[in-house]
């Protein structure tokens, strides 16, 4: 088994059609077919049930793709670590981000990593929670950031800092003659949230906020990132609620943040949690998690609730 095999399975499986995926490799049809009937004949096993209107993958093909991502993760940490041992570094810090975890913090702390510990090279992986505990459990990273306070049995979860949740609203919109918005008010209009598969735990906690008046939201789009999710607030297709630091790193004009009132209230927040397996940590390890808690501690700036400007705080 190559790495040519691996490549051709992943592109198939992810576009479920072979001329797609021989467009996306570059490569003709035919011997895109020809690889993979190797694989699946080096696996004893179809991978794939193909007919003239479509392809799917078999069980034995959709547990194959679960492991092949990993391969291709650990093949590139290798050559992160000889780049990183050639550039002068001692050891690397594989870091795991789910859940669209936002710049501001995260920049300050790798800030003071670099500061603190220079020696040490740090590499950033963007994967769903499922990947990234799957991942923590394979030893492929050290730690990772998301918004799910529960990841199974083997995971340390502990908070890391959080958010104030706010409501994002397009400027001049009605909902703005409230200082913080009612929840039933906000159920009034639509809502753009993010696809629960990629941001499973920020949907956990949305949804819980939602439950508190068992309404069903009026959802406009589902959509794969905040960037997206910010341009259609400011265009004013649909209001979303969001961590007030998403509206400070937006780079979507007329945005203005508000808080909730009611049961949920002003305090109402978005926390994100950092993760590690439940062993003992490297030292490296070790400084960075005593820098993560040493974040919740520092003084939170506060926003004013009835501000009419967007909303530009950040994380803290």
């Excluded at 691996?6 to 479920?16: G, K, N, P, T």
């Amino acid at each position: 088994m190559e790495l040519r095999h691996l490549r051709c399975f992943v592109a198939v499986a992810e576009e479920l059609h072979f001329g797609r995926a021989a467009e996306r490799l570059h490569v003709d049809q035919s011997p895109l077919s020809r690889t993979i009937k190797e694989l699946e004949e080096e696996l004893g096993t179809a991978l794939f049930v193909r007919t003239t209107r479509s392809t799917r993958l078999t069980r034995a093909g959709r547990l194959f793709l679960d492991h092949v991502p990993r391969v291709f993760t650990a093949l590139e940490q290798a050559r992160s670590s000889v780049r990183a041992a050639a550039a002068g570094y001692d050891g690397q810090l594989r870091i795991a981000l789910s859940d669209g975890i936002t710049p501001p913090r995260l920049s300050s702390l790798m800030a003071q990593c670099r500061q603190e510990d220079p020696e040490i090279a740090i590499h950033f992986s963007e994967v769903s929670l499922a990947q990234q505990v799957r991942g923590l459990h394979d030893d492929l990273y050290d730690v990772g950031f998301a918004q799910s306070d529960h990841a199974g049995d083997g995971i340390l979860v502990e908070p890391a800092w959080s958010d104030p949740l706010r409501v994002a609203i397009p400027a001049r919109h009605p909902l703005l003659a409230h200082a913080r918005i009612p929840l039933d008010e906000l159920m009034r209009y639509p809502l753009v949230m993010c696809d629960a598969r990629l941001f499973e735990g920020y949907q956990q906690q949305i949804e819980r906020v939602l439950r508190s008046i068992q309404a069903e939201p009026l959802i406009a789009e589902r959509v794969s990132s905040f960037d997206l999710m910010m341009a259609m607030v400011s265009a004013g297709f649909a209001l979303a609620l969001v961590g007030a630091s998403q509206i400070g790193a937006s780079r979507a004009p007329d945005i203005v943040g508000r808080p909730l009132a009611g049961p949920v209230g002003p305090n109402a927040m978005l926390t994100t949690y950092v993760l590690r397996r439940d062993a003992d940590p490297t030292d490296a390890v070790s400084r960075f998690i005593e820098r993560v808690a040493s974040l919740e501690s520092e003084p939170a700036s506060p926003v004013p609730a009835n501000s009419s400007e967007p909303d530009k705080e950040a994380s803290l």
